[in-house]
């Protein structure tokens, strides 16, 4: 999974923390997976963990737009 959202997200740390967050929710609702180690399963992870990665590396961009903007508009 690791690899997936360094593949996405170019930045070892926010892909660290794109799989954590993504298996502390699936902690929360493993009981409504019935089988752990199905194809399934496995798919649903790998959904969430590249998900979760576009929508992180969405957010760096946009924080990083948000910080040029007001620098160039502020020293017009």
């Known amino acids: 999974m ?3 959202a360094m ?4 930045n070892e740390d926010l ?6 967050d993504c298996f ?6 493993i009981t ?12 649903l992870i790998v959904i969430m963990v590249k998900n979760k990665a576009r929508d ?3 957010a760096e961009h946009y924080s990083t737009l948000t910080i040029n ?4 508009v502020g020293s017009l």
């Open 7 to 10: 593949s996405i997200l170019q």
């Open 69 to 72: 903007k007001r620098f160039y």
């Open 2 to 4: 690791s690899k997936l």
């Open 32 to 43: 409504g997976i019935s089988v752990a180690e199905s194809r399934r399963t496995k798919a």
């Open 24 to 29: 502390l929710k699936i902690a929360g609702t």
């Open 15 to 20: 892909a660290r923390e794109t799989v954590q």
């Open 56 to 58: 992180d590396l969405e």
